[in-house]
């Protein structure tokens, strides 16, 4: 499979560039029957857009997603579903050149050099994180599939940004809070500061890191397949296709490193006649498959790569060392707005996984 | 495709169990003429095996590697080269009781359910350590396909292991002296501690933790495939599907989250007429593309679940509580052996992409 | 992989109803650096449509190509390569009683079982001809990469409608002369008798079926992917996916039942220092590759399901036999507009497998 | 995907060469509980067997079926399933003469350019017919699979073989009489004629081509899976994978070019309350999805390549045209051991369609 298409069973496959006619997806395996509602996705979708607080870029999209295929009388058919953004604001005045002096932390070289030249480079073209907004739509699609079929609540939130951190929250205040406010923390207290943490970084003409946790509740057990489509290295799969997703872990994550067994092992009960964990340090993955404890893993944002500091690059023609500014228009801090997008992805892989596994039966 | 298989155009696909037949793999897309050595293979694939430490599981198998299809006069055909090695040393006395009481921190439980009991249950069946067997079988391939046609080396080593690490260490370092002791770390010092923190395991009845790190040098720029198959979605899929890795990170991972894209932007210099990176915070991946630099990730590996120590469990038949000793043949550190692992999984994974993007055209 | 979309390496990803929004395709995997001219894409796409002949479907689509992603400065650009066209002139009317009574020869019966009366029934939905319109979106793209970059041609013309026949032609005379007139068959007295089959057919409210021929010339030796992507496993797959389509042969084909070896066996010879067949009943391939001589393969479509006369079929709500007049507008042949969807979709395969075989090592 | 696998959910991977090691498959996507009797399997191998006739090749293989994975107590784990043959009477001496002299109606000459040379050329390799023995070790599987969970049964037999052909016959004697007789024809008068044709092909140093026709009755309503994995495009893509297809027709096939469609439309109607065709001219399947009617299809096979008879080649390294006598064990007719073959890789695309819609629910 090419590398637009994500999936086995449920498929996305990902279309446009950030200063092209649009941003699409088809979505094929959608089962038929499910209650389409173009309001619902516009909904979900805006939770990725930036907002109107000043710490954002200045790019005002519309995302208007229009549907071009696969749904009639307001239900899917069974037919691939296309859904569609066009590109309305667009300035590629500072891109041409990045082809000539590439960014730090962005695309430019490599792709350069992959592409002999011919990607379209306007504001980073096919690298950009705008592509994210095919995430969303699908992800739209997606949620409703599995909240529908199986109840399934896929949930993220955005745990830390810089050095302000959120150690522990309660799952009903992620639930009910986690899009109260713009950087998508469900502790206003904590949001506040994570706030500032972005103001400063925008003061400073820089950028600034973050990381997204990701819980999925109400979970089936046994969604995943052993071994090379495990619910781990599906999701992972899914989740480096963000740009600036750098790393992730599940449940314990890297603190299993320094951990023994004992201390670690999820102990079993039987709580109300069900077979329960104690603890959840798998994260509720073991073996791949899913054990009927939430899903837990975060993914680390790294500090957007433009930043409005002079950096040291180098003159690709001229084959000489040169400084550089970016200009155009920027977030300062990715990780708000990549938080519905870690949803939506979440949503895409196990919708496929419950389907492979004959998990998801039944859509109406 | 099917979750036993990965790759798109060099595809491995694994089978066997624990206590099964066996275990192998068939590699589809090895391009024709490669040369091939049995005895190198079997020495890659014997850095896997346990070794003669008392720290290691007293299971001895041989993993004598047989060719059973796609080598001829010593060289690959262009048709699928299957590798298989038989199990030799077999005991399913005490796992019986797992598909009643399953162990906590293995799949017993989620598998039983998935599989409507159906599953192997004899020595954890497919979901035991021992398919990675397969994994260095395949991997001894693509070392050997990336060395002769580009070059390229992949380095990995034991980073950690429980609260013993090693911060930094030269590559040479890691190059020669990677494979000289048990617990595959390059520092001979370090090294001693480690082993320590697996006896004090041993002696506990536990198991510990660890990271592998893996290098990847003299890598060409430009390999991966955006979106979906970029470097890191593919080595993250692969890295996941070795039992007891719950976390990657690339280059500065999750490092980045607490970080300035001032102070992580990799910027770019001119040394030696060519352009590289004057740090190497991404890995040596941008925008899901290798940029020159080397390859750096890490994974972490839980402790191995198999502990000697009471644990709570449940009766799956009687739906009671009640507790558990893990009886068999168990690494108290699964880390050392993992290292060749990654090593293999790595290649693969390069080696499928390197042929996806072009980068590989000849390999006599 | 889901099942609108077809190719490993150049991946057609299709999309749209007959009387939905529009028709439209993602080619994945396009390299980078080919010129694209939409005049040319549209050119290509007009020869499927029906043109100004009375014998024609009275649906008139402008079927207007727009580039929605894939495209920069008149070249590809490694992105997906995203091609639409609207419907304008959609008439639903007469569809809803199809639903309740199945059209003889159409998907209506099994498609409202599969898809529990989901599927979009205006037009016949996605199993309309219409959405054949995509195949020749991407063939002309494929058409493009062929020729510029191996010299290949793509041809096909009508051999047969009803009773009249080509028995053989000269391949220049098809090179030239199969698109000058509407029935798509290269001889103009021939093409003449097959006009008044179908002008037979529609006189007598019927529809009549037919052969084309597709011929491949330019061919390099060792194209095709052997066991299961042959170029023979990899064409008929593709061509069963043209509505109407009910076989497939190569080379002497059915005629190969009736034969010795030796009357058959292409043997070879040199001419001008080249090894050459001197016959090709093969149709250009053995063992699933190609032997450099002219791929050579038919296709029969069967008449058009939708005729004027009374046709006996059941209610399926009341579960009683009844009679069924199917109105709409259609082709009393498919034959000819099949012609220009032939060629588009032998050369997306094509495309594919060359670019899989390393072949296609250029394009610029 | 490559190129030794096919299907999407339940997927075959094979390899194996003629005169290597031995022939094997792994069958992945399997449901867990199906029940497995390795004598079961071995029977329906054995039908591919030449068998003791002196008008079959004099290579003696056994053909004996080990199980290297996927089952446990008589059951399969839904772990890969993985079946191996071991070739026991090699003879590879005429073979590499070929290398040099490629045989008329072999794959000799592309596979020598395609791999360098450096393909296995003992007996064939790769290209041999042998390789049809996984088709049957997976067809065992699937028809099991498809009979427990669905009721549906596979049964070719030999339509014609030179001149001789069997024009119509009833299903039921299909059913029994199909492998009473050494060609696989149903009706035995036909059968004895059938045979004088081998004969005389063998007598004369000559081979003779042949048709199989398949039937599969009782087939739910709705299988396969729109627009490229429809059941016609996933058949003849299996189907071309067999050595010797060169066509293949569904239905009426290619008698529809001469029909008007009032002739040829399947008209409905109501038997015992249900929907059924009153006459199956499509084969059982319209818009690629089955019908409920007995799916119905045949294959042209061509005269086995090698034959006794002198023949004109080229020697590839002097670059001059020669003469060849082929040598080598070889069937005059392949036709017959050609059928199980059929039966076999039919059951696999039909259970891998059933398994992606979902038709095939519960196996138990």
Chains 1, 2, 3, 4 share one sequence.
Not at 127 to 152: E, H
Not at 228 to 244: D, G, H, R, T, Y
């Amino acid at each position: 499979m090419n590398s637009n298409s994500l999936g086995h069973i449920f498929t996305i496959t990902v279309f446009g560039e950030s200063h092209g006619t649009g941003i699409g997806v088809i979505i094929d395996g959608v089962p038929a029957g499910l209650p389409i509602d173009v309001a619902e996705i516009q909904e979900f979708v805006n939770l990725r857009r930036p907002g109107t607080d000043d710490i954002v870029t200045q790019r005002q999209e519309e995302d208007k997603v229009e549907i071009l295929s696969g749904v009639f009388n307001g239900r899917t058919t069974g037919a691939p579903l296309t859904l569609f953004a066009r590109n309305m604001d667009v300035d590629s005045r500072h891109y041409e050149l990045y082809r000539r002096v590439p960014r730090p932390g962005h695309a430019d070289y490599p792709a350069k050099i992959k592409y002999k030249g011919y990607n379209d480079w306007r504001g980073s073209g096919r690298f950009s994180g705008r592509i994210t907004l095919a995430y969303v739509m699908d992800g739209a699609i997606a949620k409703k599939l599995l909240s529908d079929a199986l109840g399934i609540e896929v949930m993220a939130y955005t745990k830390q940004i810089g050095s302000v951190k959120i150690d522990s929250i309660d799952i009903d205040k992620i639930r009910k809070n986690r899009y109260r406010n713009y950087v998508r923390c469900p502790d206003p207290k904590v949001a506040m500061k994570m706030r500032e943490e972005i103001v400063t970084a925008k003061l400073n003409g820089d950028s600034v890191g973050g990381v997204i946790e990701c819980i999925v509740d109400n979970v089936p057990v046994g969604i995943g397949e052993p071994i090379f489509n495990s619910v781990e290295s599906e999701l992972s799969k899914a989740m480096f296709s963000i740009p600036a997703v750098k790393g992730i872990e599940f449940g314990l994550g890297f603190g299993f490193a320094n951990s023994w067994g004992s201390e670690v092992n999820d102990e079993y009960a039987i709580r109300n006649g069900k077979i329960v964990a104690r603890t959840n340090n798998s994260g509720g993955i073991l073996g791949g498959l899913t054990t009927g404890m939430p899903i837990v893993f975060r993914v680390v944002l790294k500090p957007t790569a433009s930043i409005a500091k002079v950096q040291k690059s180098v003159d690709m023609e001229e084959m000489k060392e040169t400084e550089l500014v970016v200009k155009g228009r920027h977030d300062p801090c990715i990780v708000p707005r990549a938080v519905p997008v870690v949803e939506g992805l979440t949503a895409v892989v196990l919708t496929d996984l419950a389907l492979q596994g004959g998990v998801i039966k039944k859509v109406l």
